[in-house]
C-alpha cells in the first residue's frame, strides 16, 4: 500500500506564496503518475494539476495555470506544487493523489488510486 501525506499548508495572504509537498512511502512512487486536486467549503474537489512519472510532462486546471507548478523529485519520493500569486479563491484543502498509470494526467479522480489525507491552504485577504 502506498500512503501519501501532504505537507505545507497553511495561512497566507493574498499574492502570497506557498509550496507544498506530497511524500510518498514505498519504493515504486518514481513509476507513478502524481496529481494534486482541492476541496473548497461547500465545494467538490477539483483537479489542480498532474505530474507524469518522470517529470516530463504536466496539466494544470485553467483556473492555476501560470501562477502553480508541479514538480517532483523521485530520489525523495515527493512531490510539490509552488503556488504563487494566491487569492482567496484559492483556500482548500489541498491533497495529492497516485496513479499506476504512468503517463495519467486527466483531471478524473477515478484514475488515482492513492490519496494523502490533505493540508489546509487558507488565502486571507
Known amino acids: 500500500q502506498v500512503l501519501l501525506v501532504e505537507s505545507g499548508g497553511g495561512l497566507v495572504t493574498v499574492g502570497g506564496s506557498l509550496r507544498l509537498s506530497c511524500v510518498s512511502s514505498?519504493?515504486?512512487?518514481?513509476?507513478?503518475?502524481m496529481g494534486w486536486f482541492r476541496q473548497a467549503p461547500g465545494k467538490e474537489r477539483e483537479f489542480v494539476g498532474g505530474?507524469?512519472?518522470?517529470?516530463?510532462?504536466?496539466k494544470y486546471a485553467d483556473s492555476v495555470k501560470g501562477r502553480f507548478t508541479i514538480s517532483r523529485d523521485n530520489a525523495k519520493a515527493t512531490m510539490y506544487l509552488q503556488m504563487s500569486s494566491l487569492t482567496p479563491e484559492d483556500t482548500a484543502v489541498y491533497y495529492c493523489?497516485?496513479?499506476?498509470?504512468?503517463?495519467?494526467?486527466?483531471?478524473?479522480?477515478?484514475?488515482?488510486?492513492?490519496w494523502g489525507q490533505g493540508t489546509q491552504v487558507t488565502v486571507s485577504s
Open positions: 493523489a497516485g496513479s499506476r498509470a504512468t503517463d495519467f494526467l486527466a483531471p478524473w479522480e477515478r484514475g488515482y488510486e492513492f
Open positions: 505530474i507524469n512519472w518522470n517529470g516530463h510532462m504536466t
Open positions: 514505498g519504493r515504486t512512487f518514481s513509476i507513478y503518475a
